[in-house]
Nanobody, 120 residues
Framework: QVQLVESGGGLVQAGGSLGLSCEASGRTFSIDRMGWFRQAPGKEGEQVAVMSWSGRTRNYADSVKGRFTISRDNAENTVYLQMNSLNPEDTAVYYC?????????????WGQGTQVTVSS
């Protein structure tokens, strides 16, 4: 089992920046990839960023490319999402999730979600 605890988020004006953190604990050695997702009211959920646990590969949704950065602090098993140049369309609940080696391409563990609100 893996436990994911998110922190960060909040309210920011358009053009501003926010950082999210996701601390992983438990069987972290079995993690294959970590992803950040978001869910806005009335919209489909979207995977905004994904990174291999090793950190060697990273991918971003087109909607956030160049503005968001996913990274990891190896020593603390924490994954971050730095969000810059935010706009109101980025308003959503953001979740981190873990994709395990034993069950590839399936995110089995999720954080509790954190609200990001961007005002215009």
């Amino acid at each position: 089992q893996v436990q994911l605890v998110e922190s960060g988020g909040g309210l920011v004006q358009a053009g501003g920046s926010l950082g999210l953190s996701c601390e992983a604990s438990g069987r972290t050695f079995s993690i294959d990839r970590m992803g950040w997702f978001r869910q806005a009211p009335g919209k489909e959920g979207e995977q905004v960023a994904v990174m291999s646990w090793s950190g060697r590969t990273r991918n971003y949704a087109d909607s956030v490319k160049g503005r968001f950065t996913i990274s990891r602090d190896n020593a603390e098993n924490t994954v971050y999402l730095q969000m810059n140049s935010l706009n109101p369309e980025d308003t959503a609940v953001y979740y981190c999730a873990a994709d395990m080696l034993a069950t590839p391409l399936r995110y089995d563990y999720w954080g509790q979600g954190t609200q990001v609100t961007v005002s215009s």
